[in-house]
C-alpha cells in the first residue's frame, strides 16, 4: 500500500535526524578523540534534552496550540553566542519540483532540530567553547556530504550501512539500526508516538481550557484508554479552534 506523503515525509525527517547525529558522533570520535564512555552521556544528555523540548511543545499556548515557537527560542539561546544553530543539509543537485523542495525544508528542518539538541548536549558535556564547536558542525557536515559521495556511487542502501558501520565503531556498539530513507520500517513507530503526543497535548489544553473557565475542580482525566478516539473527537471540539489535527493526503 501506498504511503501517506505525511507518512512519507515523516521517515524522511526521522532518517535526516538520526543521519546528522551519527555524522557528529564519527566526527567526535575521529576527530576529537572522543571514546565510548563520553559518548554514552552525551546520549544521555540529548535524551534529557528531548524530553525537555517535548514538554515544552506540549503545553498549549495562548490559543491553545503546540508551544513550538517556545521550544523553537529556546533551543536557539542554547547555542547563541557559541555556534550556529543552524544545520544545512548537503544536497548534490537543487530540488527538480514542489514536493521534493518540501522534503528538502522538512529534512533542513528536522537536522536543524537534531544538531541543536546534539551540541548543546556536547555543550554540556565536554564543555566545548565556540573553536571546537564550530569544528564540530563543520567536520558533522563534511561527513553528510561523505554519505552524499557514497550514497551516488554505491546507492543509499550501501551509504547508510557505511555510516552505520562508522557510528558503531565509535560507539562500540554493533546492533545500531538504520532507520529506512522512506520511513517504511518505522512508519508504525512514527504514527504511535504522533498519537501518543497527540493525546498528551489534548489533556493539556483540555485541562487549561477549563481552567479558564473556571472549573479547575472537574476531573479532566477524560482521556482513559477506552474509547479514546471519541474522547479525542469531543475533546477538539471543547477545546476552541485546536488545529493540531495532522493533515493527511
Not at 74 to 90: N, Q
Not at 95 to 122: L, S, T
Request: proline share 2%.
Amino acid at each position: 500500500m501506498r504511503k501517506s506523503f505525511q507518512a512519507e515525509m515523516d521517515g524522511t525527517q526521522q532518517a535526516i535526524s538520526q543521519i546528522v547525529c551519527w555524522c557528529t558522533t564519527i566526527a567526535l570520535h575521529q576527530e576529537f578523540g572522543v571514546g565510548k564512555t563520553r559518548l554514552d552521556r552525551i546520549t544521555d544528555r540529548m535524551n534529557e534534552l528531548e524530553e525537555q523540548n517535548t514538554s515544552v511543545i506540549m503545553i498549549p499556548d495562548s490559543n491553545g496550540r503546540p508551544s513550538k515557537q517556545k521550544a523553537d527560542s529556546i533551543r536557539e539561546s542554547w547555542l547563541a553566542g557559541i555556534v550556529d544553530s543552524d544545520y544545512r543539509v548537503p544536497m548534490l543537485r537543487a530540488p527538480k519540483n514542489r514536493k521534493e523542495e518540501q522534503y528538502r525544508i522538512a529534512g533542513n528542518r528536522a537536522a536543524k532540530i537534531a544538531w541543536q539538541i546534539y551540541a548543546k548536549a556536547v555543550i554540556d558535556v565536554l564543555h566545548y567553547g565556540s573553536d571546537r564547536m564550530t569544528r564540530l558542525l563543520k567536520e558533522s557536515r563534511a561527513n553528510y556530504e561523505q554519505l552524499n559521495t557514497w550514497g551516488h556511487e554505491d546507492g543509499m542502501d550501501v551509504a547508510m550501512e557505511k555510516l552505520r558501520r562508522c557510528a558503531a565503531d565509535a560507539m562500540q556498539s554493533a546492533d545500531l539500526e538504520v532507520v529506512d530513507l522512506d520511513g517504511s520500517s518505522s512508519e508504525a513507530k512514527v504514527e504511535k508516538e504522533f498519537r501518543r503526543q497527540e493525546v498528551e497535548f489534548i489533556k493539556r489544553a483540555r485541562a487549561q481550557a477549563l481552567g479558564r473557565l473556571g472549573v479547575a475542580a472537574q476531573p479532566v482525566n477524560v482521556l482513559a484508554d477506552q474509547n479514546v478516539q471519541d474522547k479525542i473527537h469531543l475533546v477538539m471540539q471543547q477545546v476552541s479552534q485546536l488545529p493540531f489535527q495532522r493533515r493527511r493526503t
